[in-house]
């Protein structure tokens, strides 16, 4: 597979079994990441994406071979409508008693505000892991306030795939779903312009998106530090773009935990100056 030369007209299997079913749009410059876990005859649906791109994602989904029916949980990292609008056509479409919800309990709250149908799991009360029927499981590891309160991140044990919500989001206006992050990275100077891809430098993306999203370096930091404990094999943020090697991990890593003016101090700076 040509990792830069992929068709975003259709679903992209990121690893066996896992899929990126988003929408793209070559004019915005923020784009949106569902996932879709498939195994056995049960799935997943990590992030749904807003109700604007409900049929979009939905298409994709049935063309992996997934019927509606087969979606048990749908995982929802914070409340945002990028990731939630479209709840209401999902139930409508699965229509069944079945399915649930997963999410924190901070985040439930305004979930309900898109849906009252479907129960809804707090991810504390399940031990903070979800058991497919073969016994696979997804792991939760909260994130505090990168960027809500009750924002979290999931970490497939199977395939090592971290699912990150916001945090490793990007802004880029000049998109591709594989990262061209690379070792050259870790020593360079972000800038606008890449120096050696001679494209929009997707790390400045990266550090633009996390300053004016994420509300502190503290917490920003502490959510890196957790996920610095997993075994990763791949990042999968539901902004911008995958990071699959381990040079693009560490790169952007180093480069987030270094950063300053993050949230209310990027407020304060710009208003300053």
């Known amino acids: 597979m040509n990792k830069q030369d992929l068709n975003y007209k259709e679903y992209v299997e990121i ?13 915005a410059g923020l784009h949106c990441n569902p996932y879709l876990i498939v195994d056995g005859g049960e799935a997943v649906l990590i992030d749904s994406g807003s109700r604007e791109d409900f ?25 945002d409508p990028d990731l939630c609008g479209n709840i209401p056509h999902i139930e409508t479409l699965i229509n069944s008693r079945d399915l649930k919800i997963i999410s924190h309990y901070e985040n439930n ?41 009750g924002s979290f991140v999931t970490y497939d044990t199977k395939t090592k795939i971290l699912f990150s919500s916001d945090i490793f989001g990007s802004y880029d206006h000049d998109w591709d779903l594989y990262t061209l992050i690379g070792s050259p ?48 094999s791949m990042i999968a943020p539901q902004h911008g773009s995958l990071l699959d090697t381990p040079e693009a991990q560490k790169a952007v890593i180093k480069r987030l935990k270094e950063l300053e003016h993050v949230g209310i101090d990027y407020f304060l700076k710009e208003e300053r100056s």
């Open 15 to 27: 690893a066996e079994g896992v899929y990126w079913v988003g929408f793209f749009d070559e004019r």
């Open 55 to 79: 049929s979009t994602v939905m298409l994709k989904v049935m063309r992996t071979g997934i019927s509606p029916g087969q979606i048990k949980r749908l995982i929802y990292q914070h409340y």
């Open 109 to 149: 709250i305004f979930i309900n505000y898109y849906s009252m149908h479907s129960p809804k799991l707090c991810i504390e009360q399940m031990g903070f892991h979800y058991e497919f029927g073969s016994g696979r499981r997804l792991e939760f590891i909260r994130t505090p306030h990168s960027h809500a309160p």
């Open 185 to 232: 990275c870790m020593e360079c100077a972000p800038e606008e312009l890449c120096p050696v891809t001679h494209r929009l430098c997707q790390i400045k993306g990266i550090m633009n998106f996390h300053q004016r999203t994420m509300p502190s370096k503290r917490a920003l930091r502490y959510a890196l530090e957790r996920i610095e404990e997993l075994d990763i």
